[in-house]
Every structure is written in structure tokens, then in C-alpha cells.
């Protein structure tokens, strides 16, 4: 069985049929691509994954476990870490803090240990601070350790949102969107980023990308998804020869242009 098993899913709100019958899988280690044009259904797939919506068709397998109906907190716990579209930070908050948080929800003491210090709560809170140090360092961010994340360059900010996913310790990682808002230097920047993550890491990875090239460089295989189908699979090379891909990005484009007009 491969890590993540996604098998005939289907996501319905109301009328809107967001996801329709997809079926894809990623290995350990993979480095996946998902792309369409906007409204694809591309982060429903990651909520349906992630336990935030529940699917209303088809099965999702991660690990030989299946997590129809599982609760996120499940989930992360079992291996599967995220970004999302719109950052999510705590911008009054320092770089670590803010990768802390993501592991503090771990902790398994109580409030009463917490409170009085107990040496395993303050021998715990070390290993989450080495454990932050060490994701921060792994993302480049060590010298921002103590800098509040809100006067952090944006781009430095999804790295502190990458080292929080990190640190829960995933076997996949979900990337929604890492470069939007980046110009080309940026997004090129993060190609090279996301290119050593995923080398010195080996943690599968999707990606959710508009800026095409990104996903070009650095993913070995491209799941397409349009109007909630999957409308091809194949690698970065097949994907940009393939002509229903060119034709509904195409179309995209139109539809855009035709919206500034
Ligand atoms: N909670 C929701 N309730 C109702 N409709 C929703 C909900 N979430 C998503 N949709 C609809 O489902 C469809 C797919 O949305 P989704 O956000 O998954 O697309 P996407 O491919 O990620 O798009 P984009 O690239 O623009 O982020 C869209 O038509 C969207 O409006």
C-alpha cells in the first residue's frame, strides 16, 4: 500500500460538487505536484486529507489507516502536516513561538504539572525548544529565532509556517500555495529551498502551486485537477506537452482576461 491512498473521492458542498471520483496515491518520499486552473478543487483535496471537511464519497488511506472521519489532531498526530493558502502565523509572536505552538498541542502533561514546573514539564519544554531550534535552523531561520514574525519579508514568513509543519515530525507534508505573492526572484528562491528540504528531509511532499514554474523544477510527478476532476497525471515533461492541460489553463486565462476587461 502506498503512504497516502486517495481512492474515488468525492466532495460535495451542497449543489457544488468540489471534488469529483479523484484517485491518486503518493510513495514515501515522492515530491507531488497538484495543479488546476482556481476552484479545481485542489484545497478541498488537502482539507478532505488534513480531517478538516469529510469526504463525501470514496476513502482516504494514510499508512494503512484509513481517515474517513478521523479529527485533524488524529491525523497530524499520525503524520501528515500542512501550510495553508492564506499564511497562518501569529505575528506578535517570535519565530520560535511560533513553531512551538504547533508542538505544545503534544504535550501530554496536565495543567497542575504545568503550573508547578515539574521537572519532566521543564525537561519536555527543552526537547520542544531543541526540537524548534532544529526546524528553524533546517529552514534557515535560526538567526530569526527571536524576531516577531509580523516584521519578518513575507517569504521568510512561509518559512517559519513550513518549520511549524515540520516540527510535529511528518511523514507527508502538505504545501498550499507557498509562493503566491512572490515575485519571480522569490519563487525562484523557494525552488531551491523546497529542492534541499525534500532532500536532506525525504518527507513526501504535495504541492498546491499557481506559479507553474515552481512546480515544474521541483516536482517529479503532476496530478491536474480541473472543474473537480482529475483531468491528467504524469511528469512535470507530459504535463506541459499534455493538451487538455494546455486547453484548461488556456481557458483560465481567457476567463481571466476577460474578468479585467
Ligand atoms: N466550504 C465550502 N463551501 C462551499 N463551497 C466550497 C467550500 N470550499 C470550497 N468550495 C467550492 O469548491 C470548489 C473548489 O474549491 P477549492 O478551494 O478546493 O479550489 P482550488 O483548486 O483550491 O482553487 P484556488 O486555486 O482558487 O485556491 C470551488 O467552487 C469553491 O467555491
Known amino acids: 500500500m502506498s503512504l497516502l491512498e486517495i481512492q474515488n473521492l468525492s466532495i460535495h458542498f451542497g449543489g457544488v460538487k468540489a471534488v469529483q471520483n479523484v484517485t491518486f496515491s503518493v510513495e514515501n518520499g515522492d515530491f507531488i505536484g497538484l495543479i488546476g486552473p482556481n476552484g479545481a478543487g485542489k484545497t478541498t483535496v488537502f482539507n478532505a486529507v488534513t480531517g478538516v471537511i469529510p469526504p463525501t464519497l470514496g476513502d482516504i488511506y494514510f499508512d494503512g489507516q484509513r481517515l474517513n472521519g478521523m479529527r485533524p489532531d488524529r491525523i497530524s498526530h499520525l503524520g501528515i502536516a500542512r501550510t495553508f493558502q492564506n499564511i497562518r502565523i501569529y505575528p506578535r509572536m517570535t519565530a520560535l513561538e511560533n513553531v512551538a505552538i504547533g508542538l505544545d498541542s503534544r504535550a501530554s502533561y496536565n495543567t497542575v504539572s504545568a503550573m508547578l514546573r515539574l521537572p519532566h514539564v521543564v525537561k519536555r519544554d527543552k526537547e520542544i525548544k531543541q526540537t524548534c531550534l532544529q526546524y528553524l535552523d533546517q529552514v534557515g531561520l535560526i538567526q530569526h529565532r527571536d524576531t516577531e514574525v509580523g516584521s519578518l519579508p513575507y517569504g521568510l514568513q512561509r518559512k517559519v509556517e513550513i518549520a511549524r509543519a515540520l516540527a510535529t515530525g511528518p511523514k507527508l507534508l502538505f504545501l498550499d500555495e507557498p509562493a503566491a505573492g512572490m515575485n519571480t526572484a522569490e519563487s525562484l528562491e523557494l525552488v531551491d529551498f523546497l529542492r534541499k528540504l525534500h532532500r536532506e528531509t525525504g518527507i513526501a511532499i504535495v504541492l498546491i502551486e499557481h506559479h507553474l514554474e515552481v512546480v515544474m ?45
Open 217 to 261: 523544477e521541483v516536482c517529479r510527478n503532476i496530478q491536474v485537477l480541473n472543474l473537480g476532476q482529475l483531468l491528467a497525471s504524469g511528469t512535470p515533461e507530459e504535463i506541459q506537452k499534455n493538451p487538455d492541460v494546455i486547453k484548461a489553463y488556456l481557458g483560465e486565462r481567457r476567463k481571466r482576461g476577460g474578468e479585467a476587461n
